[in-house]
């Protein structure tokens, strides 16, 4: 069985992963779907992000969907030929994280394809995956590229909730990559009555405003383009900074009015923060990291039709073409979602 392992930046390699057989509670799965994530191209290019690097040989995905091909024993509610979305969360259920009803937080989690851990996590871009039944919700009336869609929209959905009340609400989102579009969707979704988006690319603004952004700018172009909505002490009700820039997060913290709440979603590692601005306004400054329930979520919304993934996939390329599939990933001007097929 095949699996795509990253051994340091620019260095992929197609390697061997002996094959399992699912024991109690597990099941085997044909992999069909996997979107290429930031924190791939991160692994790609630098061989990691901030004081995150690789020490070993790892295998990269963690956005993926497959068939279910074998059951193990105690294994309800899942037949062999599911299409399911596979949650690459395994929180330990045990820690005190856990039990305090933080599953995002456990101080011993497995997430697919991390090098915050060592041993390293590996990742779930393979042919066969023995996965918890857990993890697996059904993904019936999806293709398996949408279902693949499910952990970047979760990390949207938990984002939205940190936010708390969108209804109604002044949004600013900075970063138009594949987060900060399933951001403005899932803003859009919530109630937000107005979203501006941000960015220094023109083709990943024309995205967002296909995805209801009511006004975009080109911050490279027009290093100005938000001083309107810095008049008095900022006109901006919630922020969710999705670049990982440290110019653009201190941008919106000059946007944002008084007691308004900003989320970071985007990681690139530590940044400057303009304290005296965020102390004077009363800020609520809260991350955004991972998901647990919003999974599940995920998948319902859109089986419902009530967010639609499907034009964020902008390219898939074979397994074994993996090369030409980073690289496309790693151009913002032609690409949104790119995804490997596995099956």
């Keep these: 069985m095949q699996a795509l392992y990253a051994h340091g930046p620019k260095d992929l390699r197609l390697g061997d992963v002996p094959s399992q057989r699912p024991g109690p509670g597990q099941i085997r799965l044909a992999m069909a779907r996997g979107g290429i994530c930031g924190s791939d191209l991160h692994y790609f290019n630098h061989g990691g992000f901030g004081t995150v690097k690789l020490r ?11 068939h279910v091909t074998e059951l193990g024993p105690d294994v309800t509610g899942l037949a062999v030929g599911d299409l399911v979305a596979v949650s690459p969360s395994r929180p330990c259920a045990t820690c005190v ?24 996590i590996q990742g779930a871009f393979r042919e066969t995956l023995v996965a918890d039944a857990t993890q697996c919700v059904k993904a019936e009336g999806l293709t398996p590229a949408e279902a693949a869609m499910a952990e970047p929209l979760a990390v949207c959905l938990h984002a939205m909730r940190q936010a708390g009340t969108v209804l109604g609400k002044r949004i600013l989102v900075t970063g138009c990559g594949p987060i900060g579009v399933l951001v403005i969707i899932a803003a859009r979704r919530a109630g937000a009555s107005e979203i501006i988006a941000t960015d220094i690319s023109d ?3 024309d995205r967002a405003r296909a995805a209801s952004a009511d006004v975009v700018l080109n911050t490279m172009t027009d290093t100005d383009a938000l001083a309107p909505y810095c008049a008095a002490k900022g006109t901006v009700d919630i922020g969710l900074e999705c670049s990982g820039a440290e110019t653009a997060l201190r941008a919106m913290i000059a946007a ?9 979603l985007g990681l690139s590692g530590d940044m400057s923060l303009p304290l005296m601005q965020i102390t004077a306004k009363e800020l609520a400054l809260k991350g955004s990291f991972r998901f647990h329930e919003e999974f599940a979520q995920a998948v319902s919304f859109m089986q419902k039709g009530l967010i639609d993934v499907a034009p964020l996939i902008t390219h898939s390329f074979p397994l074994a073409e993996y090369a030409k599939a980073f690289a496309t990933a790693n151009d913002r001007a032609q690409a949104m979602k790119v995804q490997l097929e596995f099956s």
């Design 97 to 120: 994280e856990c039990l305090r009803g933080l599953p995002n937080q456990c101080l011993n989690m497995r997430f697919y394809g991390s090098a915050m851990p060592f041993p390293h």
């Design 256 to 264: 944002l009015r008084p007691r308004a709440t900003l989320v970071q």
């Design 203 to 205: 083709t990943a603004l």
């Design 56 to 66: 070993e040989p790892m295998i990269l995905g963690h956005e993926v969907s497959g």
